[in-house]
Every structure is written in C-alpha cells, then in structure tokens.
C-alpha cells in the first residue's frame, strides 16, 4: 500500500527530530543555566540598573532571551510529539493519526515562533557558538517538522477493522 511506503520516511523524520530536540534542550538549559548565574543582583540597597530586563542573558542581544525561552517551551513540546508520533508508527492507521499530527502541528508551530526570534537574534549579530548551533537546529527543524508532519499525513490508510 503507498502508506506503507512512507512509513520508514516518517520514523526516520521522527528520530531526527527527537534528536535535534534534544541538542536544542541541552544548550537552551545551558544557556537558562548561565543567565542565572551571571545575572543581576538585586538586593536590598542595590538599584535596577537603567536597562533591566528579566529575560537577561550575558552572551547573546537583545533577542536572546526570547529566543532561549521559546526554545526551550518548543523542544519540551516536540520531545511530547515524539512520543505521540512513536505510538503512530506503531498502528500506522487513521485512527492514531489526528494525536500525532496534532502534536506535531504544534510543535512545528513553536519551533517556527522561536524560529522567528533566532533569525532577529541573527539579524543582531552578537552571539557565542552555542547559540548559533542553537539557532542552526531550530531552523532545521521547522524544516524536518514540517516534512514530518507532510508525511503523516500522506500516508493515510484505511481503517482496520
């Protein structure tokens, strides 16, 4: 059936997938990590300084922050399609299609929001390697999401009775 054919495209997409989610995580909480601790101090007789900002990190612009951020809320969200797209490939049938295309619509609907931050991020031009590795696979993957979520939906079959 031309279903079937798409299947091994579709689990292929999904590991690549949950494996640049993954790399996407591990530097956002890096990054999360060193804002924290080199942030401001703020105390008791210390002021705000004239530009404070809570979404402050030390080694990127202006856009860093947002970008980190939504990072972050669109890597935790893909990680959970994955698991709704592994239990896909296993039935393979429309039945558990509509929960794995859903999950992936809105994880791809995330990575393309903070997809949108790394381009201004990239637009301000300061910034570590970290962070354009970062930026690199969150575009990446509003590319192969995106293919993801083309091929589930292709590879409608019947139900099986």
Not at 9 to 20: Q, R
Not at 24 to 47: T, Y
Not at 59 to 77: E, K, P, Q, R
Request: proline share 4%.
């Amino acid at each position: 059936m031309a279903g079937e054919q798409l299947k091994p495209i579709a689990s292929l997409l999904l590991v690549l997938n949950f494996c640049m989610y993954v790399i996407v995580l591990s530097i956002g909480g890096w990054s999360i990590n060193k804002a924290i601790d080199h942030g401001f101090v703020i105390g008791p007789g210390f002021n705000l300084p004239a530009h404070f900002s809570p979404i402050y990190f030390p080694m990127g612009n202006a856009a860093t922050g947002f970008f980190v951020m939504f990072s972050l809320i669109a890597g935790v969200v893909g990680i959970a399609s994955v698991f709704s797209g592994l239990n896909h490939l296993r039935f393979w049938n429309l039945d558990s299609m509509p929960a794995a295309a859903n999950a992936a619509a809105i994880a791809w609907s995330l990575t393309l929001l903070a997809m949108g931050f790394a381009w201004k991020e990239i637009e301000l031009h300061i910034r570590n390697a970290k962070l354009r590795t970062m930026e690199a696979f969150i575009i990446i993957l509003s590319a192969t999401q995106l293919l993801y979520i083309a091929a589930i939906h292709s590879a409608s079959m019947r139900r099986q009775i």
